[in-house]
């Protein structure tokens, strides 16, 4: 069974830096799209940053210049690292990906900036 799960993450200043990480686990065959959203708190669930297989990143607005996604297709590993942080960043962030052509998520990590 194909799993997301998420590490890093926590309580961190603003102007602070984080690293979120998502490792994919069990039989993988084709690893397509990966991605990261945040969920802030009383809103809905957003793009932050996703990347293909083949490198090319796309960013939301409201991150892009601070936050870098990258990803590892050998071990089926993306991450985001998150600098410049802003209390409005404060949100669960959530793993995404298309792997054997099924989208996965995984159970979200909680990201707090305080002010």
């Known amino acids: 069974q194909v799993q997301l799960v998420e590490s890093g993450g926590g309580l961190v200043q603003a102007g602070g830096s984080l690293r979120v990480s998502c490792a994919a686990s069990?039989?993988?065959?084709?690893?397509?799209?990966m991605a990261w959203y945040r969920q802030p708190p009383g809103k809905q669930r957003e793009m932050v940053a996703t990347?293909?297989?083949?490198?090319?990143?796309n960013y939301a607005d409201s991150v892009k210049g601070r936050f870098t996604i990258s990803r590892d297709n050998a071990k089926n590993t993306v991450s985001l690292q998150m600098n410049s942080l802003k209390p409005e960043d404060t949100a669960v962030y959530y793993c995404?990906?298309?792997?054997?052509?099924?989208?996965?998520w995984g159970r979200g990590t909680q990201v707090t900036v305080s002010s």
């Open positions: 990347v293909t297989s083949g490198g090319s990143t």
């Open positions: 995404y990906a298309i792997l054997n052509l099924h989208a996965y």
């Open positions: 069990g039989r993988i065959f084709s690893n397509n799209l």
